[in-house]
């Protein structure tokens, strides 16, 4: 384990992120899915029912029922539920986080994202623009849990190796982090892969061409 957790370190310290293939059994793959598609459709029937509500109070043309957050994707906070407390215990998981941060770990979040069909793409960001921490330092560690295949289809993860160490550059005028970057890396994973990434590493989500929800688990 200490081997592996130093190889992931350096790959992390190099590119800012790293997939860690077949990470989760199938069985713990079924029971985060389970909440996933309870929460899809939750939330679906939610937005079909204010759709219903807002036309039979006289509003029409589009009604945005996704208003505020992008629309197609489903984003919800689940730490409190019973149902998703295993996984903050994961004991790899946090040893991975222990291991970047030089302490005793904790995973204090949980939450679902999933990109309907026809929805998803984003701007490359970082979840944290401050200062990037010296080579060998880790002021913020994430995962991503993949519970559907990330294709070409399907839409994937993007990341821009090295981005954690210094800010990319964008080509067109008005510096737009929508288009594809031309160093970029989109990473195809499968259900139960992980993918772990620097806080100040630039990524996004790419758009969902396929016929079924893309859906997936961040810590």
Do not use: C
Request: glycine share 8%; aromatic share 6%; proline share 5%.
């Amino acid at each position: 384990m200490a081997a592996v957790l130093t190889d992931l370190l350096d790959e992390l310290d190099d590119r800012g992120f790293a997939v860690l293939r077949s990470f989760l059994a199938a069985d713990e793959v079924a029971r985060l899915t389970a909440v996933v598609d309870e929460i899809v459709s939750t939330t679906l029937a939610e937005k079909q029912d204010e759709d219903r509500r807002r036309r039979e109070a006289g509003e029409t043309g589009w009604v945005d029922v996704w208003h505020p957050g992008q629309q197609g994707v489903v984003a919800k906070l689940v730490t409190e539920r019973p149902d998703v407390a295993w996984l903050r215990q994961h004991r790899s998981l946090l040893a991975i986080k222990g291991a970047a941060k030089g302490r005793e770990a904790r995973l204090r979040n949980v939450g679902v994202s999933v990109s309907m069909p026809g929805y998803g793409h984003q701007g490359l960001h970082a979840d944290d623009e401050s200062a990037s921490p010296p080579i060998g330092a880790w002021t913020g560690i994430s995962f991503v849990v993949v519970l559907s295949t990330f294709d070409a289809v399907s839409g994937t993860f993007r990341a821009i190796p090295g981005s954690h160490r210094t800010r990319p550059q964008f080509e067109d005028w008005k510096g737009s982090a929508m288009p594809p970057h031309p160093e970029e890396v989109r990473v195809e994973a499968e259900p139960g892969d992980v993918i772990v990434h620097s806080s100040h590493v630039w990524k996004s989500a790419t758009f969902n061409g396929g016929h079924a929800p893309r859906r997936a688990v961040w810590l």
